[in-house]
């Protein structure tokens, strides 16, 4: 499996940005799909996680009101639409997919592949 996100950049904060994660691959048992990020020194953070089948999402709680995340189960591809941005959430965001039975939305280790991540820089 392979996912390949695009969309980062560079906004102001209060501004907009919507990251795409697509899926390539053996994806029939692809249970869910999520977005972390990392800012420099700190630890992988869960953002975001949607579960495919039902639809079912979970937000970190410094994100949730400004980030959504949705699917398009035909494409097998996950958005993270991003506003009100603020420098905070400055960081390489990462996509990543689970495959196993018990689903933990925003703990990292319950995912079994990851993006190659893509760059968002708030300035202030």
């Known amino acids: 499996v392979q996912l390949v996100e695009s969309g980062g950049g560079s906004v102001q904060a209060g501004g907009s940005l919507r990251l795409s994660c697509a899926a390539f691959g053996y994806t029939y048992s692809m249970n869910s799909m999520a977005w972390f990020r990392q800012a420099p020194g700190q630890e992988r953070e869960g953002v975001a996680a949607i579960y495919m089948g039902g639809g079912s999402t979970f937000y970190a709680d410094s994100v949730k009101g400004r980030f959504t995340i949705s699917q398009d189960t035909i494409k097998n591809t996950v958005y993270l639409q991003m506003n009100s941005l603020k420098p905070e959430d400055t960081a390489m965001y990462y996509c990543?997919?689970?495959?196993?039975?018990?689903?933990?939305?925003?703990?990292?280790?319950?995912?079994?592949?990851w993006g190659q991540g893509t760059q968002v820089t708030v300035s202030s």
């Open positions: 990543a997919a689970d495959f196993g039975d018990i689903w933990s939305p925003l703990d990292r280790d319950d995912y079994n592949y």
